[in-house]
């Protein structure tokens, strides 16, 4: 089958590509020669990492465990997650927050040195570039993590609007981090394991705060965030590091930090209710309509000054036609692009992530709905394969957030 | 099965294309039981005949690959089926995967058992968790099928290929 699906895969691809040719394009360049590897490619094999193309790198999908008891081990004692795919980097000058607010809504100003953010790259129309974790290290340095998928398009954006930013005096300047690879440690385990790899006292750092020290003998970037709702760290190691490091955290939870692929990090996502760029968040989807008003900072409502203000400003004082929302359903599990109806059986709106919750047992998915239609508790249907389904509005997460938070 | 493997939560929604192909390690790599005396179709049903009844199922080796069974879609008693189209789904937590009928004929029996046990398909996927008994309406369809030597050889060369 795995060499079926393979085949029946490529039998599907190019029927989609009679309807939809973007996909097609996407879909192609997935060649196994073209893939890129992370330093950790050897391990995650060697780890029995099954290995699938993701946004144009060779990614291990699970390892032996499977999704299921990946992600419940996640939630219980922890997951080691390799994300190198990601790209970071760094904005530093003096001007560097006043550029990078021309791009996002966060309030950059207003975060103090040593925390960040969720932040939403926006386009003139208000719709998403991408979403990213932002972090002030000083006044004149940001560091940022942007999606794999997304790295080409928001590298050319930031360029673009930096060129001009400069032509006119500004100070910025930028470097990538393709020397480093990005580790994710995720769960209760997290903060206990890594204590045992650094001299700095980690119960003082709380969640979203970012600090430059020493883990395993290597310089890191380290920032107490995740993907997974849980406590957890994502890790900037240099890329000669990377692979020791991944052995020093799995040794010292005695094993039960457990490596997990991407199949895990999306049941955990999911189940925490964030957004996947590429399937909840697009192009042409505001913060606002993504539920994300929360990531506009109080100044940046009053100010504006971000590409797309305009709309997003309205969007705020008028309310979204649509909403994201969180949805149960009953049936078989709904996936994106399963059409959303009202009791009635008009169309409502459309599913854009969803799945079998490994922690909740049921069905759960996010997805977008006129607004009226979005309160917790609005009964709906969804069509899968032709058959409608009940289901209904549902407030995220579904699985409750552990953050790290001062009491 | 595994027609389409579409919209899957982790394929579909972390961009990995249909195309997907996971690659194992050799360290990974489990051989998946296949029984003597049914049949098997490229597409991993299997099919059991006997006297007038033909039942259907997924494979060992297919279910080792979709993962936990959380949902069966199934068709109705009295209903038809023909040759490698499509009757019914499978839902894993990891993808959607059409399965198709090796034989054509009569739908005469669902195993309804799997509407509440899904996982049946991936702790007994020749026993308990079989899917659908047909009343074949070409049995000379049987003899295109592959034994279970040959499925072995089948299933070993599409992992080698990738």
Not at chain 1, 266 to 295: F, K
């Amino acid at each position: 089958m795995r060499g079926g699906l393979w085949q029946l895969g490529q039998t599907i691809t190019r029927r989609l590509g009679q309807s939809d040719k973007k996909t097609i394009a996407r879909r192609c360049y997935a060649s196994e020669a073209d893939l890129k590897k992370t330093v950790l490619y050897d391990f995650h094999v060697a780890n029995g990492g099954k290995m699938v193309p993701f946004a144009g790198w060779s990614m291990p999908i699970q390892y032996k465990d499977s999704i299921m008891e990946s992600t419940i081990n996640c939630r219980e004692n922890g997951s080691l997650f390799d994300v190198s795919h990601m790209c970071g980097l760094s904005l530093k000058g003096k001007d560097c927050v006043a550029f990078l607010e021309k791009l996002v809504v966060a309030d950059v100003a207003g975060l103090a040195p040593g925390t960040g953010s969720l932040t939403v790259f926006t386009n003139e129309k208000g719709g998403a570039i991408d979403d990213s974790v932002i972090t002030k290290v000083t006044d004149d340095h940001i560091y940022l993590v942007v999606n794999a998928g997304c790295r080409d398009k928001d590298l050319a954006h930031i360029e673009e609007h930096m060129k001009a930013f400069k032509a006119k005096g500004g100070d910025v300047g930028w470097h990538i981090y393709d020397e480093r690879s990005l580790l994710a440690l995720q769960g209760p385990l997290a903060g206990p394991t890594l204590q045992h790899l650094t001299k700095e006292d980690l119960s003082k750092m709380y969640f979203g705060e970012f600090s430059i020290i020493d883990i395993n003998g290597a310089k890191c970037f380290l920032t107490r965030t995740g993907y997974t709702g849980e406590d957890g760290f994502e890790i900037s190691v240099p890329s000669e590091n990377a692979v020791d490091l991944a052995k020093a955290i799995i040794e010292k939870s005695e094993g039960k930090i457990r490596l997990t692929g991407l199949g895990a990090r999306d049941s955990l996502r999911l189940e925490a209710g964030l957004c996947l760029y590429g399937n909840d968040m697009e192009q042409h989807i505001t913060p606002v309509e993504a539920g994300l008003t929360w990531a506009i900072g109080k100044r940046r409502r009053a100010e504006g000054g971000f590409l797309g203000a305009e709309v997003i400003l309205k969007q705020i004082a008028d309310g979204p036609a649509i909403r994201r929302v969180g949805l149960f359903s009953t049936g078989p599990p709904a996936r994106s692009h399963s059409e959303i109806q009202n009791e009635n059986g008009e169309n409502i709106g459309e599913v854009t992530s969803g799945g079998f919750s490994p922690c909740l047992k049921k069905n759960i998915g996010m997805g977008y709905v006129k607004s009226g239609l979005h309160k917790a508790g609005t009964k709906l249907k969804i069509v899968i394969r032709g058959k409608t389904y009940e289901g209904s509005v549902t407030k995220m997460p579904f699985v409750p957030t552990k953050y790290y938070k001062p009491t | 099965m595994a027609l389409r493997i579409w919209a899957s939560s982790t394929a579909n929604a972390l961009r990995l294309s249909s195309a997907t192909r996971p690659h194992f390690s050799p360290l990974s790599r489990c051989f998946s039981s296949v029984l003597d005396g049914l049949k098997y179709a490229n597409s991993h049903e299997w099919v059991k005949h006997e006297g007038s009844v033909a039942t259907i199922g997924i494979t060992d080796h297919a279910q080792d690959h979709l993962g936990e069974v959380v949902f069966v879609d199934l068709p109705d008693t009295g209903g038809s089926v023909a040759k490698a189209t499509g009757f019914g789904a499978v839902e894993s937590v990891k993808a959607t995967s059409d399965i198709n009928s090796p034989i054509s004929g009569e739908i005469v029996e669902v195993n309804t058992k799997l509407s509440d046990t899904p996982g049946l398909i991936n702790s007994s996927p020749y026993e308990d968790g079989w899917m659908i008994k047909v009343k074949p309406s070409n049995p000379s369809e049987l003899e295109s099928l592959m034994g279970a030597k040959e499925y072995t050889k089948f299933c070993e060369e599409e992992d080698a290929a990738h």
